[in-house]
């Protein structure tokens, strides 16, 4: 039988934050279900949740719905809303397919980047230096879904887009696992920083290979054991 949600470990939605109220409250569940704090297989109740967050139940409900579409929740007939359950098997599977799609935006940046791009680019690669120089690993996760949310805008590919979204449920666990601590949040900078001057320098083979490269390798950070030869 599925864990019933116990809604004393969710803190509330941060009153400081002025965005609407769904899009704290997904942040929030996100983060619960990538820390653990919501478990696989867990029942989400609505009204629980809504308690917990210090919502009503309509933010919630939207929250739930964009992470079923991002493959974090899953939606049973006459049953309600669980968190899904995401193996390590398939979530290696997903990270394998994140690195051939995310190296392909890359190169289709590189060719299709304005100056303006290149400059946006480098404003969400300026608050994840930011972030790791303050080790703030929360910050650094946003920091690092921005610059790949708009490395993909980039690519002005909406197929490809489809497909990356397809795979954010690995993408937030995968990436909490390798910005969490130690020496990786360095290395993520050094190779996003690499990867941007590729595109900058209008150079899509080295955008490709270093982004799937640097892809690859965080896959091998966040589970080792399953991707070790």
């Known amino acids: 039988m599925a864990a019933t949600l116990a809604p004393q470990p ?3 939605v941060a009153t400081e934050d002025l965005r609407p109220l769904a899009d704290r409250a997904y942040d929030r569940l996100r983060e619960a279900i990538v820390d653990g704090v919501l478990l696989p297989g867990a029942k989400l109740s609505e009204r629980g949740l809504a308690a917990a967050l210090g919502v009503s139940a309509q933010p919630v409900r939207e929250a739930l719905r964009r992470l079923e579409g991002e493959g974090m929740v899953e ?5 309600g809303s669980f968190v899904a359950t995401l193996d390590t098997a ?3 599977e997903m990270g394998r397919i994140r690195a051939a799609l995310e190296g392909a935006a890359a190169g289709l940046a590189a060719r299709a980047a304005t100056p303006a791009d290149i400059a946006a680019l480098e404003s969400r690669l300026e608050a994840m230096r930011e972030a790791t120089r303050l080790g703030d690993p929360a910050a650094l996760r946003r920091a690092n879904e921005a610059f790949h949310t708009a490395l993909h805008a980039v690519s002005d590919n909406a197929f490809l887009i489809r497909g990356l979204h ?8 995968g990436r909490a696992r390798v910005l969490a601590g130690g020496d990786q949040p360095r290395l993520a900078l050094e190779e996003h920083t690499a990867i941007l001057a590729a595109i900058a320098a209008r150079d899509p083979d080295d955008a490709e290979a270093r982004m799937r490269a640097h892809t690859l390798r965080s896959l091998a950070v966040a589970f080792p054991e399953e991707t070790r030869d």
Not at 166 to 173: M, Q, R, T
């Open 166 to 173: 397809a795979l954010k449920a690995y993408d937030h666990i």
């Open 90 to 92: 398939r979530l290696v």
């Open 75 to 79: 939606t049973r007939s006459r049953s």
């Open 10 to 12: 969710l803190m509330p």
